[in-house]
């Protein structure tokens, strides 16, 4: 077995003070920077997006952050402006352990398609290539971390959970949006695809 810590988006923009702040989205640096010296691999996803981007909703018409937009590939919530390319918004957290990471996959990059997951844009089909990646490692299992739990943490481990590897996600180190009941959701939407929830203590 060889596993891998993916740790998802853990951005200024997603903690306090960010633009699209995730309630205490910064409490769980210290332990996922800990939890590294436990994996054979550590990788990072940086949400990454381009000025404008199509899941901004300041890219539409009369459209409030927090709405809901059809999209070609199917339904999309619209953001405040958040993660650009190259701003202080977009960069790591001050306190994470970048330097212990083997891999940064950036997503989101694409101006038409959101990509909430570490594997594939939101159309579902276009891939990020870290699939290829973890398999020419020889990586079987993964443990997921970061922000948001309802979001890109839960498309991610889903998707792992699809392609066959042995997904954990351990809730007690990620933090959620909980948009209308998406942490319910997220929550059901994982265990239903196989992926493993787990705390500290569990
Ligand atoms: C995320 C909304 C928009 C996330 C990224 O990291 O969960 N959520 N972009
Ligand atoms: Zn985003």
Not at 161 to 167: E, H, I, W
Request: net charge negative.
């Amino acid at each position: 077995m060889t596993n891998a810590l993916i740790v998802i988006d853990v951005q200024n923009d997603f903690c306090p003070n960010g633009a699209l702040a995730v309630p205490d989205g910064d409490a769980i640096v210290a332990n996922i920077n800990a939890l590294m010296e436990e994996f054979d691999a550590t990788i990072l996803t940086q949400d990454w997006h381009p000025n404008g981007h199509s899941s901004f909703a300041s890219s539409h018409a009369d459209a409030a952050p927090y709405s809901g937009v059809e999209m070609p590939y199917g339904p999309q919530v619209l953001w405040p402006d958040h993660c650009v390319q190259g701003t202080h918004g977009a960069e790591f957290h001050s306190d994470l352990n970048v330097d212990a990471a083997d891999l940064i996959v950036r997503k989101g990059y694409n101006p038409a398609i959101d990509s909430y997951s570490a594997f594939f844009e939101n159309d579902q089909v276009t891939p990020t290539g870290l699939e290829g990646y973890l398999r020419t490692r020889g990586i079987t299992d993964v443990t997921l971390v970061g922000l948001a739990t309802d979001f890109c943490v839960n498309f991610s481990a889903q998707d792992a959970a699809r392609l066959g590897f042995n997904v954990t996600v351990r809730t007690d180190l990620c933090r959620a949006i909980d948009l209308d009941g998406s942490l319910t959701a997220g929550i059901e939407e994982m265990e239903k695809a196989g992926v493993i929830l787990k705390t500290a203590e569990s």
